[in-house]
Nanobody, 127 residues
């Protein structure tokens, strides 16, 4: 059974930073791509970042490019999202997700393509 547990959310002022972590239980973490998505109240869930199994391909939504950085530590079964220069519009519940196709360089275009999800962590940015 694969479980994903996010942490690191909270309340931060605009312009501040947060780092989200997602620990994945289960085997073969290093074989699969990981993504971060977010959902704001009344809005669709959107993918904000994805990293392939070996880190060879990293993508970001235009809205977070140059401010957010996704990374992974395969030795710790953990994926991170470093968020800098936060804006009020970044307020959302953030979810990590696993794309469970081994050794794939494919980058999901829709959050429904991910296979497993965490429970989410709230990020609130005050202006």
């Amino acid at each position: 059974q694969v479980q994903l547990v996010e942490s690191g959310g909270g309340l931060v002022q605009a312009g501040g930073s947060l780092r989200l972590s997602c620990v994945v239980s289960g085997d073969l973490f290093s074989n699969f791509g990981m993504g971060w998505s977010r959902q704001a109240p009344g809005k669709e869930r959107e993918i904000v970042a994805h990293i392939t199994w070996n880190g060879g391909t990293i993508t970001y939504a235009d809205s977070v490019k140059d401010r957010f950085t996704i990374s992974r530590d395969n030795g710790k079964n953990t994926v991170y999202l470093q968020m800098n220069s936060l804006k009020s519009e970044d307020t959302a519940v953030y979810y990590c997700a696993q794309y469970r196709a081994a050794y794939s360089n494919y980058v999901p275009r829709d959050q429904r393509e991910y296979h497993y999800w965490g429970q989410g962590t709230q990020v609130t940015v005050s202006s």
